[in-house]
């Protein structure tokens, strides 16, 4: 392992690890995004489960294998939706972290990377889809397995370097996923 790769994974532990999170209810003190919506927060374990459930029936005709067990404080769970077009909506699930100003100066090229190489495991690369969304005020950058509902995102201002991780589950085609998470991105605003 490369200087460079050891300096990203210690960056990404620190990251996760090290800076502090902010507390679910804390979140929209912190950020907007039309998405994240307060009358939409889930704090029940079994209304998250539920939603969660739903959305990995839809794709795969049964409940989810991986279920929530308990909501923990640096843990926020929202209800959101996605136009599908111009008459209906899909229903998602959004899990989001806020890390306030962790500073970093990393690229965000080189977060999102980072963190699809851990992620991916031993997935075939072709399954997947990396993009990218930017600013002047915001770097964002998410992938997704096209055969699967989650979208990982990752957002960073420009101005403070508050960081914002969300996972998504939510059952689109691989077009609308990437609409939904540049949408998503560009539509984050730190406050």
């Known amino acids: 392992m490369n200087v460079m ?3 990203i994974y210690i960056l990404l532990l620190s ?6 999170c902010v507390a679910q209810q804390q979140v929209l003190n912190h950020i907007s995004n039309e998405y994240i919506l307060e009358a939409n927060e889930l704090k029940a374990v079994t209304a998250v489960n539920q939603l969660k459930n739903t959305i990995y029936n839809k794709q795969f005709g049964e409940s989810h294998p991986a279920q929530v067990e308990e909501i923990n ?3 926020a769970y929202f209800k959101i939706f996605s136009k599908k077009n111009a008459s209906s909506a899909e229903e998602g699930l959004l899990k989001v972290w806020h890390l306030k100003n962790a500073g970093s100066t990393t690229p965000i090229e080189e977060i ?3 963190f699809y190489k851990i992620l991916r495991i031993d997935d075939n690369p072709a399954d997947y889809i990396i993009d990218y969304a930017k600013d002047s005020t915001i770097d964002g950058g998410f992938f997704f397995n096209k055969k699967h509902n989650g979208i990982y995102i990752y957002t960073k201002s420009r101005l403070t370097k508050n960081f914002l991780y969300a996972y998504v589950e939510i059952h689109l085609t691989p077009e609308q996923k990437i609409a939904f998470a540049k949408d998503f991105i560009l539509k984050t605003k730190f406050k």
């Open 5 to 7: 790769k050891k300096t």
């Open 15 to 20: 990251l996760l690890t090290a800076v502090p």
């Open 73 to 75: 404080e640096r843990t």
């Open 112 to 114: 999102v990377n980072s």
